[in-house]
């Protein structure tokens, strides 16, 4: 009898321990899972990282570049090849078209051309973005921005190939080259920087949904023939509006302005400027918003 009472005592007083101290369990589970991290902080550290491992998708933009063109003898420089042709073409007709002379005809149209070839890329391309990685998405933890940086770079690759017939145009038709060809490097940086929310928010918006892609080639045909790209925005008009609050002209202009030393548009810059911000600002917070669900979209 004694021992019983002896045994209900320490088993009373080891409970009243365990109850009034937390297990050694509980401390450990509480050191080894931190609290979760915003949504926002996710995106900014998954777009930081992906920005660390440049390494990583310099390399696989120039395996995608070289793979397109497997096999070929000129790879890349068949993209510059069709660009003379197109340019000597159309420059020919437009030029009687329009009525306007051939020297001052072709650069224009060549550069512009030129440009708009990056600009269709970076939307087309950029509705790919994550649809084209579905097995590294599904299989390798690498943050969601390599992919978005891995487009943007091979379309800087391809652009690079095209560029070169640049200074053979400005050269063949004696347009001399000032001080505000330095004006080009803030715009290609603005590219580049446009390049990776488009790749983002298009590339999101098409794992979502399948019929987008087809959908933004369309709209990207209407676009063209909205930018003044083959004709100049003089010939609009009172329609000049469709020039200035276009933000394709102004990311053309302000690169074909500079190299054929004429006057930049005055809504270009503001508007390149604005579409850059207002872009990069909305399409972090859809990121950020939806990120955890790319991976179940694609």
Same mark, same amino acid.
Request: charged fraction near 10%; glycine fraction near 4%.
């Given at each position: 009898?004694?021992?019983?009472?002896?045994?209900?005592?320490?088993?009373?007083?080891?409970?009243?321990?365990?109850?009034?101290?937390?297990?050694?369990? &509980?401390?450990?589970?509480?050191?080894?899972?931190?609290?979760?991290?915003?949504?926002?902080?996710?995106?900014?550290?998954?777009?930081?990282?992906?920005?660390?491992?440049? /390494?990583?998708?310099?390399?696989?933009?120039?395996?995608?570049?070289?793979?397109?063109?497997?096999?070929?003898?000129?790879?890349?420089?068949?993209? &510059?090849?069709?660009?003379?042709?197109?340019?000597?073409?159309?420059?020919?007709?437009?030029?009687?078209?329009?009525?306007?002379?051939?020297?001052?005809?072709?650069?224009?149209?060549?550069?512009?051309?030129?440009?708009?070839?990056?600009?269709?890329?970076?939307?087309?391309?950029?509705?790919?973005?994550?649809?084209?990685?579905?097995?590294?998405?599904? &299989?390798?933890?690498?943050?969601?921005?390599?992919?978005?940086?891995?487009?943007?770079?091979?379309?800087?690759?391809?652009?690079?190939?095209?560029?070169?017939?640049?200074?053979?145009?400005?050269?063949?038709?004696?347009?001399?080259?000032?001080?505000?060809?330095?004006?080009?490097?803030?715009?290609?940086?603005?590219?580049?920087?446009?390049?990776?929310?488009?790749?983002?928010?298009?590339?999101?918006?098409?794992?979502?949904?399948?019929?987008?892609?087809?959908?933004?080639?369309?709209?990207?045909?209407?676009?063209?023939?909205? &930018?003044?790209?083959?004709?100049?925005?003089?010939?609009?008009?009172?329609?000049?509006?469709?020039?200035?609050?276009?933000?394709?002209?102004?990311?053309?202009?302000?690169?074909?302005?500079?190299?054929?030393?004429?006057?930049t548009s005055t809504y270009s810059w503001p508007m390149l400027l604005f579409t850059t911000v207002a872009g990069s600002l909305g399409?972090?917070?859809?990121?950020?918003?939806?990120?955890?669900?790319?991976?179940? /979209?694609?």
């Amino acid at each position: 009898m004694l021992e019983n009472i002896r045994a209900a005592l320490s088993a009373s007083v080891t409970t009243k321990a365990m109850t009034a101290q937390p297990s050694s369990n &509980t401390r450990l589970s509480a050191e080894v899972w931190p609290s979760p991290r915003s949504p926002v902080s996710t995106a900014w550290a998954d777009i930081a990282n992906g920005a660390a491992k440049s /390494w990583l998708w310099i390399a696989l933009a120039f395996q995608d570049t070289k793979l397109r063109y497997r096999g070929s003898v000129l790879g890349p420089f068949w993209l &510059t090849i069709s660009t003379v042709v197109m340019v000597a073409s159309m420059g020919v007709i437009y030029s009687t078209l329009f009525n306007i002379s051939l020297s001052s005809y072709l650069p224009h149209l060549a550069i512009g051309l030129i440009l708009w070839g990056y600009i269709s890329a970076a939307i087309s391309e950029g509705c790919q973005t994550f649809l084209s990685a579905e097995g590294t998405i599904q &299989t390798v933890p690498l943050p969601y921005s390599v992919h978005t940086y891995r487009t943007v770079f091979r379309n800087l690759i391809v652009l690079a190939h095209s560029v070169v017939i640049i200074p053979l145009v400005l050269l063949i038709f004696q347009i001399p080259v000032s001080w505000r060809v330095l004006e080009i490097a803030p715009a290609l940086i603005l590219y580049a920087i446009n390049g990776v929310w488009i790749s983002i928010f298009f590339g999101m918006l098409s794992a979502r949904y399948r019929d987008v892609p087809p959908i933004v080639t369309n709209f990207t045909q209407v676009l063209f023939f909205l &930018t003044p790209v083959i004709y100049p925005a003089s010939l609009l008009g009172e329609w000049h509006a469709v020039a200035d609050l276009n933000p394709a002209f102004a990311a053309i202009d302000v690169v074909r302005a500079p190299l054929l030393d004429v006057a930049t548009s005055t809504y270009s810059w503001p508007m390149l400027l604005f579409t850059t911000v207002a872009g990069s600002l909305g399409t972090f917070l859809i990121f950020a918003r939806f990120r955890e669900r790319i991976a179940y /979209w694609t």
